[in-house]
């Protein structure tokens, strides 16, 4: 275990340049060659990443939505097709062969959080005002609707799609029984509202960040906080466990992205951040980790960037 921190020493971080403005959602198709990025600039763009390879970066753009693209996510069985959620209320679904929207749904409000069942029936969407919205993907069509009276944050499925998780800004992880969404469990996690959440791969665990700036990982079996990552001050934006379920990444305010080991709960790498971060995401074939962020140029203007890090360093 002592060898990994000298490998992530020895790795950099590449830039991908291609938004006009800030990058606010990176997500990697389910075969880890695809990465797709959503900017508040009212665009997504997919990249096609070679992780072995330093060749030029081939990215499409995804054109249609009039506000800005919170969140995106894959489908996790169709590696071409990627979802987009907007503040334009529409949800789209693109066929990233031809970059064109294949599906087009318009709900209540402002959408700014989405995800997708593991094996692709349905897609979760939050919105402004705190009303989620669960999707039949193959018609687009809404088959549960929610108002809740307090803020909804991320949401997400267990990896067996029985369980469905939303994090609150109340500082609790509601737990609901998939499909019928009983509640199952109301988690008092943190003492602060809960904003992001992550399942790890085996599905054994599920991490949640705080507005309280601690990460909490959680046993999925017994409902149990199993231990905390308390390497950032700020409020934790956005969180990803790595494809083998050893590491875990967070972000926040902090001036770097945390890698931490889920098993011993330590702080083993850091990268430098020059601005606060909106999302990362790991690669799931690989130790890639893309994060993107409020990046700003020498003229404080959204620079529209993101990066992956864990590529050879070739000097």
Not at 77 to 84: E, G, N, R, S, Y
Not at 115 to 124: E, L, S, V
């Amino acid at each position: 275990m002592e060898e990994k921190p000298v490998e992530f020493k020895n790795l950099c971080s590449r830039e991908y340049f291609g938004h006009k403005r800030k990058v606010h959602s990176v997500a990697w198709n389910c075969l880890g060659t695809k990465l797709a990025s959503g900017s508040i600039d009212h665009t997504a763009r997919v990249w096609n990443i070679d992780p072995h390879s330093h060749g030029k970066v081939k990215d499409i753009e995804l054109k249609g939505h009039t506000d800005c693209v919170d969140q995106l996510c894959w489908d996790p069985k169709q590696p071409d097709i990627v979802a987009t959620c907007s503040g334009d209320k529409t949800v789209r679904l693109w066929d990233t062969r031809s970059g064109k929207c294949a599906q087009n749904v318009e709900l209540s409000g402002e959408n700014i959080n989405i995800a997708y069942k593991h094996d692709g029936t349905n897609i979760a969407v939050g919105n402004r005002d705190d009303e989620l919205t669960i999707l039949d993907v193959r018609k687009l069509k809404t088959v549960h609707k929610h108002k809740f009276s307090y803020e909804i944050n991320e949401i997400a499925w267990s990896k067996t799609g029985d369980l469905f998780f939303i994090t609150t800004g109340n500082g609790t992880i509601e737990v609901f029984d998939y499909p019928s969404l009983k509640l199952h469990h109301n988690l008092i996690a943190h003492t602060a509202g809960c904003y992001c959440i992550s399942i790890d791969p085996s599905g054994r665990y599920f991490a949640v960040g705080s507005a309280d700036s601690l990460v909490s990982l959680w046993d999925v079996k017994e409902m149990l906080c199993i231990r905390t990552f308390t390497k950032m001050e700020w409020p934790v934006r956005t969180l990803s466990f790595n494809h083998t379920g050893e590491f875990i990444a967070s972000a926040s305010e902090d001036p770097f992205v945390d890698i931490a080991n889920v098993e011993t709960g330590r702080s083993i790498y850091q990268i430098p951040t020059k601005a606060p971060m909106n999302s990362v995401e790991w690669n799931p074939k690989y130790n890639l980790l893309a994060y993107a962020g409020d990046d700003k140029n020498k003229y404080q203007n959204d620079e529209g960037v993101f990066r992956v890090f864990g590529f050879e360093s070739t000097s």
